[in-house]
């Protein structure tokens, strides 16, 4: 398996700029979560869906984010207007959900380390 | 969920073993202990978990105390490549959450 495909590696855009982020899960997962992390707050969770739905996006900053998952084998995270404070590495994982044994393992991407001018 | 409380940092010689104590002492019955490491800025991964027992991989040993209120990730024989951030979480629902970690840096 190729592992959780993030796309792209690295992306550097202007404040007001559209970012779009790109994640294909591990084939058979059901779950897919969406993380950012900074020197300042860490590895925050923004939002997961499960079966392609939206579970808890509590962790999403603000209006200007926004997350989908049309199929069970690709989410976007979106960012619109991007702003300079928005900087930081992307991480998208993914999960089998609730295993036979109650527990839940998170195999993450490389990341997107994403850089706003 | 259960608060997990870890030092900040620590250092192990080479060759030697790592133990990276984690202290949750609310954590309910039905809550696993995970340990996840980050090694410099690539994507977290998966170490080991448990419930109650003891639990050992290829990678690491992991010993939880008989009231689980605290556990220990052991790396038997620590190498420069064991230089990371390692983070414990105690969950019981689908989403993982992590604090701080402690960053261990393995010395030659």
């Known amino acids: 398996d190729a592992g959780v495909i993030q796309s792209p590696r690295h992306e550097v855009t202007e404040m007001g700029q559209e970012v779009t982020l790109r994640c294909k899960p591990i084939?058979?997962?059901?779950?897919l979560f969406w993380y950012r992390q900074t020197m300042m707050r860490g590895l925050e969770l923004l939002i997961y869906?499960?079966?392609?739905?939206?579970?808890?996006d509590s962790g999403m900053p603000e209006d200007r984010f926004s997350a989908k998952m049309p199929n069970a084998s690709f989410s976007t995270l979106k960012i619109q207007p991007s702003e300079p404070r928005d900087s930081a590495v992307y991480f998208c994982a993914s999960s089998p959900g609730t295993g036979s044994s109650g527990a839940n393992v998170l195999t993450f991407g490389a990341g997107s380390r994403l850089t706003v001018l | 969920d259960a608060k997990t409380t870890q030092p900040p940092s620590m250092d192990c010689a080479e060759g030697r073993a790592a133990n990276l104590p984690c202290n949750h002492s609310t954590i309910s019955g039905n809550e696993y202990v995970y340990w996840y490491r980050q090694i410099h800025s690539q994507g977290p991964q998966y170490i080991i978990h448990?419930?109650?027992n003891n639990e050992t991989n290829e990678m690491a040993s992991l010993i939880i105390t008989e009231d689980r209120k605290s556990s220990t990730l052991i790396l038997p024989h620590a190498t420069l490549r064991d230089t990371a951030v390692y983070y414990c979480i105690v969950r019981v629902r689908i989403d993982m959450r992590f604090g701080a970690g402690t960053r261990l840096t393995v010395k030659p």
């Open positions: 448990g419930l109650k």
């Open positions: 084939s058979g997962h059901n779950s």
């Open positions: 869906f499960n079966n392609n739905v939206p579970i808890d």
